[in-house]
Nanobody, 123 residues
Framework: QVQLVESGGGLVQTGGSLKLSCVASGHTFSTYAMGWFRQAPGKEREFVAGINWNGGRSSNADSIKGRFTISRDNAKNTVYLQMNSLKPEDTAVYYC????????????????WGQGTRVTVSS
């Protein structure tokens, strides 16, 4: 079973940037498609971006297209989320998870979530 630890969140002004990291334990990371999700206060968790096992294919939610980029480094067991042009509505706790390797890359494999990393964008 893969254990995931997210980091890189913080407080940033509107228009700023952050890069989130998600480090996985275990030897099977490179076989999984991975995704980033977020949950804003009072809202349900939503899909942000997904990437297939070798980084050759990705998908993004409409709300973040052109601003966020997902990537991965299988040698480091890490998936990243580069977030640019941040907006107050991006404020949320961000989580990573393994996802089903389907065309949309947006369905988590598990209902078990880690601590996440909090992103706060001030206006």
């Amino acid at each position: 079973q893969v254990q995931l630890v997210e980091s890189g969140g913080g407080l940033v002004q509107t228009g700023g940037s952050l890069k989130l990291s998600c480090v996985a334990s275990g030897h099977t990371f490179s076989t999984y498609a991975m995704g980033w999700f977020r949950q804003a206060p009072g809202k349900e968790r939503e899909f942000v971006a997904g990437i297939n096992w070798n980084g050759g294919r990705s998908s993004n939610a409409d709300s973040i297209k052109g601003r966020f980029t997902i990537s991965r480094d299988n040698a480091k067991n890490t998936v990243y989320l580069q977030m640019n042009s941040l907006k107050p509505e991006d404020t949320a706790v961000y989580y990573c998870a393994a996802v089903y390797s389907d065309p949309h890359l947006n369905r988590p494999l598990t209902d078990s979530w880690g601590q996440g990393t909090r992103v706060t964008v001030s206006s």
